[in-house]
């Protein structure tokens, strides 16, 4: 049999760092494929290959036999690919039959023709068997699951050969979720090959009938979903060596710095308890969702508090704003580089220096002298590569962006580092530096908390780890008492009963899917 | 700042040879947008095609501000061709105050200014060349009484605050109406401002408030005319029902008169004041005494006589003639 | 435009070298009209002359400072349309309290600290309520239009002939480029000072940061509302200012001045290399920018053309200059 798609030795560099080197996938007519990565394995590269937003360096794409080079979105879109991504691509304020049939409305003089609209869109929905999907509502007003039914909906107007889905039950409740598998397994009975990207392994054995493992962005792994081993799937996926990449920083903890008590946000967090100690490195591990950045948010004071205590130094501060915070010594990196963590379009000094101008001044007027002084300094110390400390810091690697947002806390002298996802998107050698940068500052006497949903490196670095589900900090352990399976066990709230690494089923890999692929930095310079 | 000095020498070695080569006169109107200034153009290339043809080389520049109302940019074309040492300059000021200074300075640096149209609070300027617009305002009142038959309620849509001119005749008219007990004015606080446009939005709040009760309308120019005449069409009062005066002559005017909408419009001669405006500068320019006043008379047009040749010359002014359009 | 500039050599020399284009894209600017308008033999021994500069600077002098208060405001992402009316509308305040024979520095202060005012309510409304600037500046753009015309009864009011304001703007010894009346002087000073605020000083920086990215100021500890209330403060005692300035210049106070006045303005600091996105802008650029329009005014009036033209180059002007800015920018990210 002819596959309806096949890869055969993709490959795809940004700059230094090699995103694909070498993948290699087979689906057939009517298959649901597998394709099991990690964060960084390449995953969303690939995707962006196949749709066209990206074009490979080498490597063959063949669609029914015949080589295919995607050009464009709209030209693998005509071919048959048709792709769903996490984020939704939908016009929030149009209806649901308008967004079906957005691109390309059934028209005649130029004059939409409403009642055919309204006949394909009603026709599309009841393919997915989502007939209850009102035509007229604005899809801003749908649910998440429905919303995806809409936009599935407008992917198989077009009649698509194969159709990718990434992480498509990420935002689903169970319901959904289920629901969402009948859609797949009628897609399915039309011929429709569907490529299923999931962290949730449990997932794929239920839908899927082949699999692909990428690493590294290499195809290391790929066989029928029946047989195989989820164990030794995990293996394959996870396969490197950790040593290597966390240093160990030798360091003394002392008495508590930061103390919180029954701390509860908005919505979230619901309840989090913990005690952050002098030169403690703590990691928090969790589901996205789970609360984690709500509650550096909260402790910060970006987000209110609604119930709670917390404590710096021995006294209460409960209720705070991030100017008051800064000044106590609590400094805080966001997890959103882009939207909130930095000054795109300002200099590397600004950015590294903004919080603590005034040691920076003679007479309330700011000295060039003395910022050129502190930025040089500290780009070296914090190993930033660029052209100089004016260079607009939108233009460097997001590696490199990264370290200077961690910088920042540590020009500030911040005591109380709150780190979110401080290696989200980056590159493995940048990740190496921050990851050294941290066990200083904890050899130093500073304390930190370290949000992440990357496990390896939350046991590689942190001296304990506290784990979040929905919305409550529930169990805090030394890092040598935990294992990645306890930790998911924990994550996904079977903590109390399942810590035991060996016990099945081993259900899912936390983490999240990358913003836009973790190992290909070289698309964030701009 | 290299170039102002260096402009400096350039200009002291040039302006001797700019000057004896012809007249240039600028020809500064409130704006360019209405048939009075165009008229007031035609009448100022007129002038400019005689002397030439009289072998007095000369040559007009013809430049209103961007916006009809606004004075900043009046001053600034003033200046504008101040600096660009204009044989002299001709001027209908957008406000008798605000053109002062710009004016005293153009004298100072040797650029004389002679005002047409309205006046200016200055004694700098060589001679003002009008209509005798209270007079005009006047004859206006006079008329209202007699179609009126010396009872009835009037409105006063005025122009513009600051506008000299149209104030004149706003006083004339009223001045000529004081004289009669029986004639009411209900109306005289509105004013209509630059443009058709605000000027109807204008018409149509007064005709709202007092529709009903008015007998007489007077409006002080032709953008407020023009706005007037359509709202009391509007409303079903145009063709005689209320009697309208209204104040100089355009295309649109001309026909409301010859419709019946307009019971009379007393018409200024605008071409001539162009005309007047360029030959009085013309004059001084070579060495002859001007007169400080210059009236251009005004005309009171109505239905019956708008035919007769010297009206139609008067209301149509050969625009096409002077001004290659 | 950036807070340091750099001392070692080397890879650096390049990035240099377009930063320096950059921060001198507008003067390149002035320097092409210039040039173009020297073009016309005709017009040139009008347009380069001492007593036209003065002309041209004088005519810059109400921009100018407009450009001042806007810039803070277009750098921190914000913007305002009120300027107009708050220019007509303190050009009557101080005819008015001069007509009332108040002491001329009182009423000078007055007539600055009521444009301040109005700066600060809009800045507490947008701050405070959180609403989008340009919607609130819409409104007050109204709102203070109509108290203009209720303050000055809907008239012009004629400031006392011989008022020391009436010199701020007047113009001696019109043949010669000296002396330049005390306006033009004004408005350089405060240019350089408000160029020296905005990049060596901490407000200064705080103001780049916001306007850069809101939540990361917030996150960096700035007083984000606080900051705006005094950015829109200060903006309104510049925007008072040129009130005043219009006020000398007319001898009289107009509530139907400037109307449009915020549009130049606002054009002069995009010319002047800012992005109404915010996070970037210098006050240099604006000043030229503001300067590159009047000479554009000036050239076109003098060498005769019509209004329209006039009207269709500084538009075309706009157009270009921010096509170009963000040409040069794309490049720039390329690298």
């Known amino acids: 049999m002819i596959p309806r798609l096949r890869l055969t030795d993709i490959r795809k560099s940004f700059g230094a760092t090699q995103a694909l080197r070498g993948v290699r996938l087979e689906v057939q007519p009517g298959q649901v494929h597998a394709l099991i990565g990690e964060n960084g394995a390449g995953k969303s590269t690939l995707m962006k290959v196949l749709s066209g937003a990206h074009a490979s360096d080498s490597g063959l794409i063949e669609l029914d036999g015949l080589p295919f080079v995607p050009k464009n979105p709209l030209h693998s879109h005509r071919a048959g690919i048709a792709m769903i991504y996490q984020e939704l691509n939908l016009a929030p304020h149009l209806s649901v039959e308008e967004n079906i049939l957005l691109a390309e409305p059934p028209h005649r003089f130029g004059w939409i023709q409403r009642s055919v609209r309204r006949d394909r869109a009603r026709q599309a929905l009841a393919e997915l068997h989502a007939e209850t999907i009102p035509l007229e509502s604005s899809v801003q007003s749908l649910t998440i699951a429905q919303q995806q039914l809409v936009e599935i909906a407008r992917a198989l107007l077009g009649q698509p050969k194969v159709l990718i889905m990434d992480e498509p039950t990420s935002s689903l409740t169970r319901v959904d979720t289920e629901n969402l598998f009948r859609v797949i397994e009628r897609l399915k009975h039309r011929g429709v090959s569907v490529v299923y990207i999931s962290h949730f392994l449990e997932e794929c054995q239920r839908i899927c009938d082949h699999y692909t493992v990428l690493r590294d962005g290499e195809t290391v792994d790929d066989g029928p979903m029946k047989s195989a081993n989820l164990r030794h799937i995990i293996q394959r996926m996870v396969g490197r060596d950790v040593n290597e990449l966390y240093p160990r920083i030798p360091h003394a903890i002392g008495d508590p710095v930061l103390s919180v008590t029954g701390l509860r946000g908005v919505s979230k967090p619901s309840s989090v308890t913990f005690n952050l100690r002098r030169g403690e490195i703590l990691g928090v591990a969790g589901l996205i969702g789970a609360g984690r950045t709500e509650t550096l948010r909260a402790l910060f004071g970006l987000d209110p508090v609604e119930d709670g205590s917390v404590s710096l130094n021995g006294r209460v501060s409960t209720k705070t704003n991030p100017r008051e915070r800064l000044r106590q010594g609590v400094g805080l990196l966001s997890e959103n580089r882009k939207e909130e963590g930095l000054l795109l379009n300002r200099s590397i000094a600004d950015n590294l220096l903004m919080t603590r101008l005034g040691p920076l001044t003679r007479w309330g007027v700011v000295s060039h002298r003395l910022v050129r002084q502190a930025s040089a300094e500290w780009m070296s110390a914090m190993e930033v590569r660029a052209q100089g400390p004016a260079q607009a810091i939108g233009e460097l690697s997001g590696g490199n962006q990264q370290k200077v947002a961690l910088g920042r806390l540590l020009y500030h002298d911040a005591q109380v580092l709150l780190l979110d996802e401080p290696t989200r998107g980056i590159d493995v050698g940048s990740k190496a530096s921050i990851y050294r940068r941290i066990g200083q500052a904890a050899e130093s006497g500073k304390s930190v908390i370290f949000v992440s949903s990357y496990l390896p490196e939350l046991l590689g670095v942190c001296d304990t780890i506290a784990v979040m589900c929905r919305g409550a900090l529930t169990t805090v352990k030394s890092a040598s008492e935990w294992t990645e399976h306890g930790i998911i066990a924990a994550a996904i709230g079977q903590g109390d009963i399942d810590t035991d690494a060996n016990a099945e089923p081993v259900g899912q890999v936390v983490g999240e899917a990358p913003p836009a692929g973790t190992q290909s930095n070289g698309l964030e310079t701009n | ?325 | 435009m950036s807070v340091v500039r750099n001392g070692t050599a080397g890879s650096e020399t390049t990035a240099r070298a377009r930063r320096f284009l950059n921060a001198a894209g507008p003067f390149l600017g002035l320097l092409l009209v210039l040039l173009l308008l020297s073009l016309n033999s005709e017009s040139r021994e009008f347009i380069f002359t001492g007593a036209n500069f003065k002309i041209v600077l004088i005519q810059t002098v109400i921009v100018g400072i407009g450009a001042l208060g806007m810039t803070l405001i277009i750098v921190s992402g914000g913007i305002d349309l009120s300027v107009g009316s708050v220019v007509a509308f303190t050009s009557v305040l101080g005819a008015r309290l001069l007509v009332a024979d108040v002491n001329p520095a009182l009423a000078v202060a007055g007539v600055i600290l009521a444009g301040g005012a109005i700066g600060l309510i809009n800045g507490a409304v947008i701050a405070g309520l959180r609403m989008m600037p340009f919607i609130v500046t819409l409104g007050m753009m109204g709102i203070i239009r109509g108290a203009a015309k209720w303050l000055s009864n809907k008239q012009t009011v004629s400031a006392p002939e011989n008022s020391p304001v009436n010199a701020i703007m007047a113009r001696l010894n019109p043949t010669e480029f000296l002396p330049l009346p005390a306006g033009v002087w004004i408005a350089v000073g405060l240019g350089i000072v408000m160029a020296f605020m905005m990049n060596r000083t901490v407000f200064g920086r705080h103001i780049f940061a916001i306007g850069s990215n809101e939540a990361t100021a917030r996150l960096c500890g700035i007083r984000v509302p606080l900051t705006k209330l005094w950015i829109y403060g200060l903006a309104g005692l510049f925007f008072g200012l040129s009130g005043l300035m219009q006020l000398s210049r007319l001898t009289q106070g107009d509530p139907s001045v400037a109307i449009g006045l915020e549009l130049d303005i606002i054009a002069a600091v995009v010319i002047g290399g800012a992005s109404l996105s915010g996070g970037t802008g210098s006050i240099l650029g604006a000043m030229i920018g503001a300067l590159i329009m009047a000479i554009l005014r000036n050239g076109t009036n003098q060498m005769g053309w019509e209004t329209y033209v006039q009207e269709i180059i500084i538009g075309g002007v706009i157009v270009l200059a921010v096509g170009l800015d963000k040409l040069r920018q794309s490049r720039s990210a390329r690298v």
């Open chain 2, 1 to 325: 700042m290299n170039s102002p000095l260096f402009g400096i020498a350039l200009s002291a070695l040039l302006a001797g040879v700019a000057f004896a080569k012809e007249y240039t006169i600028a020809v500064i109107p409130k704006g360019t947008t209405h048939e009075f200034w165009k008229s007031i153009h035609a009448g100022a290339a007129k002038a400019e095609q005689e002397l030439n043809s009289k072998g007095i080389k000369t040559k007009i520049f013809w430049k209103g501000p961007l916006r009809e109302d606004d004075r900043d940019q009046q001053i600034q074309v003033v200046e504008n061709f101040t600096s660009r040492k204009m044989s002299g300059i001709v001027l209908a000021p957008l406000d008798s105050r605000a053109l002062v200074q710009p004016v005293k300075s153009a004298v100072q640096a040797g650029v004389p200014v002679l005002v047409i149209d309205s006046d200016l609070n200055s004694d700098k300027h060589l001679s003002f060349i009008a209509t005798d617009n209270y007079k005009g305002g006047f004859m206006a009142g006079e008329q209202m009484v007699k179609l009126l038959g010396g009872k009835g309620n009037v409105i006063l849509l005025r122009y513009q605050v600051g506008s000299a001119s149209t104030e004149a005749r706003e006083n004339g008219f009223l001045d000529a109406i004081k004289k009669h007990p029986a004639i009411k004015l209900i109306s005289s606080d509105q004013y209509a401002g630059a443009t058709r446009e605000t000027g109807y939005q204008a018409s149509q709040n007064v005709l709202n408030r007092f529709g009903n009760q008015v007998d007489g309308i007077f409006c002080p120019c032709e953008p407020p005319t023009v706005a007037m005449a359509k709202a009391l069409r509007d409303i079903g009062k145009a063709g005689g029902k209320v009697k309208m005066i209204g104040f100089d002559s355009g295309s649109a005017s001309v026909l409301d008169l010859k419709n019946g909408d307009l019971q009379a419009l007393v018409v200024q001669d605008p071409v001539k004041m162009g005309y007047l405006g360029v030959m009085t500068m013309a004059e001084h320019l070579q060495g002859k005494k001007v007169e400080k006043r210059i009236d251009t008379g005004v005309v009171l047009v109505t239905r019956e006589n708008m035919e007769q040749p010297e009206m139609k010359e008067l209301i149509n002014p050969p625009l096409k003639k002077y001004l290659k359009e």
